[in-house]
């Protein structure tokens, strides 16, 4: 399947730190992104985005909709640095625009998150830094971990896995919706609504879904000694 089909269903990039991992919480996000359908995009190698992806691989691929990509930091000519992408990595995508080092390598620009309905920045380095700067330079959905709201207080953040999940769902629905206004990255698409009323929207949501699913299971219930009273010999 190509890429283009995954950006349909939604692809949530995950930034951060390459040494350290942020366990639990981005390998239960990583996970929850599995479970939700959508495709988890990272930079491929160590650290958050490591976890972050042993974490999506963990649901079965026939309990998934979506893939676990890794973007490789490579030069012109495809070579890749030692270490990418990382063994949970399912579709690698090779990017050959240098514009960066890591070490005595040539790395990419960083334009793969175009390709990503929302991002998720942990905390990290420069590069992480320069992925922050990048979807706030071009307006993109964004989600940022308490370490960086001070130094990006109108973006939203997030708590918890429940707190990060209600906004990626809240935003990807919307992008569903509203697929003109996100090609255009611009990052009040959910008219300036808080993380705060995002995760209230989404509670009330799942609230009213397990409303219609308990009555439909009665509704189908009734239907059904309806059915056995209407046969011969019932009562």
């Known amino acids: 399947m190509s890429l283009a089909s995954y950006k349909r269903r939604g692809i949530v990039y995950i930034s ?18 599995a479970l939700s359908g959508y495709s988890l995009m990272t930079g491929g190698g160590a650290g ?50 240098p514009s960066n080092k890591i070490g005595d390598h040539r790395v990419t620009s960083r334009n793969h ?3 990503a309905t929302v991002g998720i920045i942990f905390p990290g380095d420069s590069l992480t830094r320069h992925d922050l700067d990048t979807c706030v330079g071009y307006e993109h959905p964004t989600i940022v971990h308490p370490f960086w709201t001070d130094c990006c207080p109108s973006l939203w953040d997030f708590r918890d896995v429940e707190d990060c999940m209600a906004i990626v769902n809240a935003v990807i629905r919307d992008s569903l919706k509203r697929p003109e206004i996100h090609a255009l990255k611009v990052a009040n698409v959910l008219s300036g609504k808080t ?14 879904k397990g409303k219609d699913n308990e009555e439909y299971a009665k509704e189908q219930e009734r239907i059904e000694q309806k059915r056995l009273l209407a046969q011969p010999g019932g009562e």
């Open 16 to 33: 951060g730190s390459t040494k350290e991992t942020h366990t639990p919480l981005s390998y239960d996000l990583g996970r929850s992104i």
């Open 48 to 97: 958050v985005a490591k976890s972050a992806g042993e974490g999506f691989v963990s649901v079965p691929k026939e309990e998934r909709k979506g893939v676990n990509i890794g973007v490789v930091w490579g030069a012109v000519g495809g070579y890749d640095i030692p270490g990418y992408p990382n063994e949970f990595v399912e579709l690698k995508a090779q990017l050959n625009l």
């Open 113 to 115: 998150l175009n390709d």
């Open 195 to 208: 993380a705060s009323q995002l995760r209230n929207e989404e509670s009330k949501r799942t609230l009213d």
